[in-house]
Nanobody
Framework: QVQLVESGGGLVQTGSSLTLSCVAS????????MGWFRQAPRKEREFVAS????????LYGDSVKGRFTVSRDYTKHRMYLQMNTVQPEDTARYYC??????????????????WGQGTQVTVSS
């Protein structure tokens, strides 16, 4: 089992920056592929970013590429999402997720067996 807790969400203005954090506990942090997803009202859950076991393999969703940066700190058991130049369309609840499954793409939410409760990000125009 692993427990995930997100933090760092809030209300921000268009064009500003925000950093989300996810702390993991319960198992060896390096066992997991870690991912960020988001979900806006009446929309499907969307892949944002992922970082693999060794922290080198990183993927981004097309809508955030070039603006968001994902990273993980193995000593603190944390994953971060640095969000720059946020836009109103970035408004969503952001979820941290952990995966032990290597046979599914990291962009696929069904690959992740563990999820946090999410943190709300609202971008005002």
């Amino acid at each position: 089992q692993v427990q995930l807790v997100e933090s760092g969400g809030g209300l921000v203005q268009t064009g500003s920056s925000l950093t989300l954090s996810c702390v993991a506990s319960g198992r060896t942090f390096g066992d997991f592929v870690m991912g960020w997803f988001r979900q806006a009202p009446r929309k499907e859950r969307e892949f944002v970013a992922s970082v693999n076991y060794n922290g080198v393999g990183i993927l981004y969703g097309d809508s955030v590429k070039g603006r968001f940066t994902v990273s993980r700190d193995y000593t603190k058991h944390r994953m971060y999402l640095q969000m720059n130049t946020v836009q109103p369309e970035d408004t969503a609840r952001y979820y941290c997720a952990a995966s032990l499954i290597t046979s599914l793409p990291e962009r696929d939410p069904t690959a992740y067996g563990y999820w946090g409760q999410g943190t709300q990000v609202t971008v005002s125009s």
